[in-house]
Protein backbone atom coordinates (compact mmCIF):
# COMPACT_ATOMS: atom_id res chain seq x y z
CA UNK A 1 0.00 0.00 0.00
CA UNK A 2 1.10 3.42 -1.10
CA UNK A 3 2.02 5.96 1.70
CA UNK A 4 -0.60 9.16 1.93
CA UNK A 5 1.54 12.40 0.11
CA UNK A 6 1.70 13.94 3.15
CA UNK A 7 3.89 10.61 4.27
CA UNK A 8 5.56 10.00 1.57
CA UNK A 9 9.56 10.56 2.45
CA UNK A 10 10.57 9.48 5.61
CA UNK A 11 8.92 6.56 7.09
CA UNK A 12 8.53 7.76 11.11
CA UNK A 13 8.46 11.46 12.86
CA UNK A 14 11.82 12.19 13.99
CA UNK A 15 11.79 12.08 17.48
CA UNK A 16 13.31 15.66 19.25
CA UNK A 17 16.87 15.20 20.58
CA UNK A 18 17.85 16.30 23.72
CA UNK A 19 20.03 19.74 24.17
CA UNK A 20 20.70 22.05 21.18
CA UNK A 21 18.95 21.06 17.68
CA UNK A 22 22.00 21.86 15.85
CA UNK A 23 25.54 22.55 17.26
CA UNK A 24 28.65 23.74 16.16
CA UNK A 25 31.24 23.00 18.29
CA UNK A 26 34.32 24.60 18.35
CA UNK A 27 34.72 24.43 14.70
CA UNK A 28 37.37 25.51 12.37
CA UNK A 29 37.82 25.39 8.69
CA UNK A 30 41.18 26.15 6.75
CA UNK A 31 42.00 26.92 3.36
CA UNK A 32 46.45 26.94 3.88
CA UNK A 33 46.82 29.73 5.72
CA UNK A 34 43.17 31.49 5.35
CA UNK A 35 41.22 30.66 8.24
CA UNK A 36 37.48 30.82 6.85
CA UNK A 37 35.86 30.00 10.01
CA UNK A 38 37.82 29.79 13.41
CA UNK A 39 36.47 28.18 16.49
CA UNK A 40 33.03 28.99 15.69
CA UNK A 41 30.66 27.56 18.61
CA UNK A 42 27.10 28.04 17.79
CA UNK A 43 23.60 26.70 19.01
CA UNK A 44 20.69 26.79 17.70
CA UNK A 45 16.77 25.22 18.53
CA UNK A 46 14.35 23.43 16.53
CA UNK A 47 11.93 25.59 15.42
CA UNK A 48 14.10 29.06 15.49
CA UNK A 49 14.16 31.33 12.62
CA UNK A 50 17.53 32.91 12.60
CA UNK A 51 20.06 34.76 10.55
CA UNK A 52 23.63 35.04 9.99
CA UNK A 53 25.45 38.13 8.88
CA UNK A 54 28.68 39.56 8.19
CA UNK A 55 30.66 41.12 5.68
CA UNK A 56 32.00 39.83 2.58
CA UNK A 57 34.86 37.86 3.41
CA UNK A 58 33.05 36.84 6.97
CA UNK A 59 33.04 33.37 6.56
CA UNK A 60 29.37 33.08 6.16
CA UNK A 61 29.13 31.13 3.28
CA UNK A 62 31.80 28.63 4.86
CA UNK A 63 29.61 28.44 7.55
CA UNK A 64 26.46 27.07 5.67
CA UNK A 65 28.51 24.61 3.64
CA UNK A 66 29.99 22.88 6.90
CA UNK A 67 26.46 22.43 8.11
CA UNK A 68 25.30 20.74 4.55
CA UNK A 69 28.24 19.15 4.30
CA UNK A 70 30.02 20.55 1.76
CA UNK A 71 33.52 19.79 3.10
CA UNK A 72 34.09 18.73 6.93
CA UNK A 73 35.76 20.67 9.31
CA UNK A 74 39.53 20.99 9.74
CA UNK A 75 38.90 20.62 13.64
CA UNK A 76 35.74 20.73 15.78
CA UNK A 77 32.09 18.91 15.25
CA UNK A 78 29.03 19.07 14.18
CA UNK A 79 25.89 17.58 16.14
CA UNK A 80 22.40 17.75 14.41
CA UNK A 81 19.40 16.42 16.38
CA UNK A 82 21.71 14.88 18.90
CA UNK A 83 23.82 13.12 16.13
CA UNK A 84 27.65 13.46 15.32
CA UNK A 85 27.26 14.66 11.61
CA UNK A 86 30.91 15.46 11.51
CA UNK A 87 31.92 13.56 8.63
CA UNK A 88 28.74 12.44 7.37
CA UNK A 89 28.48 13.41 3.47
CA UNK A 90 25.70 15.96 2.04
CA UNK A 91 23.35 12.98 0.71
CA UNK A 92 23.23 11.39 4.50
CA UNK A 93 22.20 15.04 5.71
CA UNK A 94 19.73 15.79 3.72
CA UNK A 95 18.02 12.40 4.59
CA UNK A 96 18.62 13.61 8.11
CA UNK A 97 16.50 16.71 7.22
CA UNK A 98 19.16 19.14 6.44
CA UNK A 99 18.52 21.28 3.24
CA UNK A 100 19.46 24.31 1.46
CA UNK A 101 19.28 26.63 -0.97
CA UNK A 102 21.89 28.88 -2.89
CA UNK A 103 23.10 32.30 -3.51
CA UNK A 104 23.32 31.46 -7.37
CA UNK A 105 19.87 29.75 -7.94
CA UNK A 106 19.79 26.20 -8.27
CA UNK A 107 17.01 24.95 -10.91
CA UNK A 108 16.18 22.74 -14.31
CA UNK A 109 15.26 25.71 -16.54
CA UNK A 110 14.37 24.12 -19.54
CA UNK A 111 11.73 21.56 -17.29
CA UNK A 112 8.39 23.39 -15.78
CA UNK A 113 7.91 24.45 -12.88
CA UNK A 114 5.81 21.33 -11.86
CA UNK A 115 8.60 19.08 -13.13
CA UNK A 116 11.09 20.60 -11.42
CA UNK A 117 9.22 20.29 -8.32
CA UNK A 118 8.30 16.75 -8.91
CA UNK A 119 11.60 15.66 -9.25
CA UNK A 120 11.92 16.80 -5.27
CA UNK A 121 8.93 14.96 -4.34
CA UNK A 122 10.08 11.48 -5.77
CA UNK A 123 13.74 12.25 -4.58
CA UNK A 124 12.29 12.46 -1.18
CA UNK A 125 10.42 9.28 -1.33
CA UNK A 126 13.20 7.62 -3.20
CA UNK A 127 11.05 6.96 -6.04
CA UNK A 128 13.37 8.61 -8.66
CA UNK A 129 15.60 5.18 -9.06
CA UNK A 130 12.47 2.82 -9.93
CA UNK A 131 11.62 2.26 -13.79
CA UNK A 132 8.02 2.58 -13.43
CA UNK A 133 5.38 3.71 -10.86
CA UNK A 134 2.14 2.50 -9.90
CA UNK A 135 -0.85 4.11 -10.23
CA UNK A 136 -1.05 5.11 -6.36
CA UNK A 137 2.02 6.10 -6.17
CA UNK A 138 2.31 8.33 -9.56
CA UNK A 139 -0.86 10.03 -7.64
CA UNK A 140 0.72 10.59 -4.65
CA UNK A 141 3.53 12.57 -6.15
CA UNK A 142 1.10 14.29 -8.25
CA UNK A 143 -0.84 15.50 -5.05
CA UNK A 144 2.55 16.60 -3.20
CA UNK A 145 4.01 18.78 -5.96
CA UNK A 146 0.32 20.65 -6.51
CA UNK A 147 0.48 20.82 -2.30
CA UNK A 148 4.04 22.02 -3.02
CA UNK A 149 2.97 24.62 -5.83
CA UNK A 150 0.12 26.03 -4.10
CA UNK A 151 2.44 26.73 -0.80
CA UNK A 152 5.00 28.76 -2.68
CA UNK A 153 2.23 30.75 -4.47
CA UNK A 154 3.24 29.36 -7.72
CA UNK A 155 -0.48 28.16 -9.06
CA UNK A 156 -1.02 29.08 -12.79
CA UNK A 157 2.81 29.36 -13.51
CA UNK A 158 3.11 25.29 -13.12
CA UNK A 159 3.24 24.61 -16.90
CA UNK A 160 5.69 27.26 -17.85
CA UNK A 161 9.77 26.22 -18.09
CA UNK A 162 11.75 27.46 -14.94
CA UNK A 163 14.23 29.24 -17.21
CA UNK A 164 11.18 31.82 -18.57
CA UNK A 165 9.85 32.82 -15.34
CA UNK A 166 10.99 36.19 -13.40
CA UNK A 167 14.56 36.10 -11.34
CA UNK A 168 12.20 36.33 -7.77
CA UNK A 169 10.29 33.12 -9.31
CA UNK A 170 13.06 31.01 -10.05
CA UNK A 171 13.94 31.37 -6.45
CA UNK A 172 10.68 30.73 -4.98
CA UNK A 173 11.00 27.54 -7.28
CA UNK A 174 14.11 26.43 -5.70
CA UNK A 175 12.86 27.16 -2.38
CA UNK A 176 9.95 24.76 -3.08
CA UNK A 177 12.37 22.38 -4.51
CA UNK A 178 14.13 22.42 -0.74
CA UNK A 179 10.97 21.92 0.10
CA UNK A 180 9.88 18.64 -1.27
CA UNK A 181 12.89 17.06 0.55
CA UNK A 182 11.23 17.77 3.65
CA UNK A 183 13.98 19.81 5.88
CA UNK A 184 14.08 19.63 9.34
CA UNK A 185 16.72 22.71 9.29
CA UNK A 186 16.17 24.65 6.56
CA UNK A 187 19.01 26.32 5.17
CA UNK A 188 18.95 29.88 3.34
CA UNK A 189 22.13 31.26 1.51
CA UNK A 190 20.83 35.08 0.41
CA UNK A 191 17.26 34.09 -0.26
CA UNK A 192 16.32 37.71 -1.52
CA UNK A 193 19.48 37.76 -3.75
CA UNK A 194 19.25 39.74 -7.13
CA UNK A 195 15.78 40.55 -6.28
CA UNK A 196 13.45 43.79 -6.88
CA UNK A 197 11.46 44.95 -3.90
CA UNK A 198 8.23 43.75 -4.79
CA UNK A 199 9.84 40.48 -5.07
CA UNK A 200 11.97 40.56 -1.96
CA UNK A 201 8.69 41.32 -0.23
CA UNK A 202 6.99 38.29 -1.31
CA UNK A 203 9.87 36.10 -0.46
CA UNK A 204 10.39 37.22 3.07
CA UNK A 205 6.46 36.82 3.32
CA UNK A 206 6.86 33.31 2.44
CA UNK A 207 9.43 32.34 4.67
CA UNK A 208 7.60 33.91 7.50
CA UNK A 209 4.80 32.07 6.64
CA UNK A 210 6.91 29.07 6.20
CA UNK A 211 8.24 29.44 10.02
CA UNK A 212 4.76 30.28 11.32
CA UNK A 213 2.26 28.01 9.48
CA UNK A 214 4.58 25.17 8.78
CA UNK A 215 7.00 25.33 11.86
CA UNK A 216 10.08 25.21 9.83
CA UNK A 217 13.59 25.80 11.44
CA UNK A 218 15.02 28.22 9.47
CA UNK A 219 18.66 29.31 9.27
CA UNK A 220 19.53 32.25 6.74
CA UNK A 221 22.17 34.47 5.57
CA UNK A 222 20.96 37.81 4.50
CA UNK A 223 22.92 40.76 3.53
CA UNK A 224 19.65 43.20 3.75
CA UNK A 225 19.30 44.26 7.04
CA UNK A 226 16.23 45.64 6.78
CA UNK A 227 15.23 41.86 6.43
CA UNK A 228 17.41 40.68 8.91
CA UNK A 229 15.95 42.77 11.70
CA UNK A 230 12.49 41.96 10.35
CA UNK A 231 12.16 38.27 10.48
CA UNK A 232 14.30 36.79 12.71
CA UNK A 233 14.25 35.77 16.21
CA UNK A 234 17.97 35.79 16.69
CA UNK A 235 21.02 36.77 14.99
CA UNK A 236 24.47 35.52 14.89
CA UNK A 237 27.51 38.03 13.36
CA UNK A 238 30.14 36.36 11.50
CA UNK A 239 33.55 38.58 11.31
CA UNK A 240 36.94 37.05 10.15
CA UNK A 241 35.78 33.40 10.48
CA UNK A 242 34.63 33.97 14.22
CA UNK A 243 31.65 35.34 15.95
CA UNK A 244 31.42 39.11 16.65
CA UNK A 245 28.03 39.09 18.46
CA UNK A 246 25.12 37.01 19.12
CA UNK A 247 21.51 37.51 20.58
CA UNK A 248 17.78 38.94 19.65
CA UNK A 249 17.77 41.49 16.85
CA UNK A 250 17.56 44.56 19.85
CA UNK A 251 20.54 43.05 21.69
CA UNK A 252 22.41 43.30 18.13
CA UNK A 253 21.06 46.69 17.17
CA UNK A 254 22.17 47.76 20.39
CA UNK A 255 25.49 45.61 20.12
CA UNK A 256 28.44 49.21 19.88
CA UNK A 257 30.87 46.45 17.78
CA UNK A 258 28.29 45.32 15.21
CA UNK A 259 26.81 49.05 14.93
CA UNK A 260 30.01 50.45 14.02
CA UNK A 261 31.12 47.40 11.91
CA UNK A 262 27.71 46.22 9.83
CA UNK A 263 24.99 49.10 10.50
CA UNK A 264 27.29 52.21 9.63
CA UNK A 265 26.76 53.62 13.41
CA UNK A 266 29.99 55.43 15.38
CA UNK A 267 29.98 53.16 18.57
Known amino acids: ?67 SGLFPPTSGRVVFAGEDITRQPIVRRVGAGIVRTFQITEIMPDLSVFENIRVGVETAARLNTRPWLSRAA ?34 VVELALALSLKPRLLLLDEPTAGMGDHETDQMVELVRRLHREKGVTILFIEHDMGIVFGIAERITVLDQGRVLADGTPDMISADPRVRAAYLGTAA
Not at 2 to 13: F, V
Not at 48 to 62: D, F, Q, S, W, Y
Not at 149 to 169: F, P
Open 138 to 171: RADVIARTEELIGLVDLAGKEDRAVGELAHGDQR
Open 1 to 67: MNAPASQMGRSAEPVPAAGPFLLMDNVSRHFGTLRAVDGVTFEMNEGELRAVIGPNGAGKTTFFNLI
